[in-house]
Nanobody
Framework: QVQLVESGGDLVQPGGSLRLSCAASGSIFEIHDMGWYRQAPGKQRELVATITSGGSTNYADSVKGRFTISRDNAKNTAYLQMNSLKPEDTAVYYC?????????????????WGQGTQVTVSS
């Protein structure tokens, strides 16, 4: 059906930058909303940022002004540019997408998650 694969996680010093990517593949008909979520140890998964197919964005207050979500619809890929990283940004970052895909008899819509990529901010 559909797979989401994240990449770009790494160890970075406070104040540094990283760019995460999320590539969708499979029998994709259309990708609707895409988003990034994160989960720190011992905490619940939380919203980081979302973007609609038309490019409208939404951010968690904790990342506004530091993170930028974008997407390339031709490549079925979403990005998260993270600047001015803080230790509290340390978490596993997950990509999420609502995707319509071609089934055998019709087009179906489902909600998909990637496997996650680790971001560690530490000196």
């Amino acid at each position: 059906q559909v797979q989401l694969v994240e990449s770009g996680g790494d160890l970075v010093q406070p104040g540094g930058s990283l760019r995460l990517s999320c590539a969708a593949s499979g029998s994709i008909f259309e990708i609707h909303d895409m988003g990034w979520y994160r989960q720190a140890p011992g905490k619940q998964r939380e919203l980081v940022a979302t973007i609609t197919s038309g490019g409208s964005t939404n951010y968690a207050d904790s990342v506004k002004g530091r993170f930028t979500i974008s997407r390339d619809n031709a490549k079925n890929t979403a990005y998260l540019q993270m600047n001015s990283l803080k230790p509290e940004d340390t978490a596993v970052y997950y990509c999420n997408a609502e995707v319509s895909y071609r089934g055998r008899f019709a087009v179906y819509t489902g909600d998909y998650w990637g496997q996650g990529t680790q971001v560690t901010v530490s000196s």
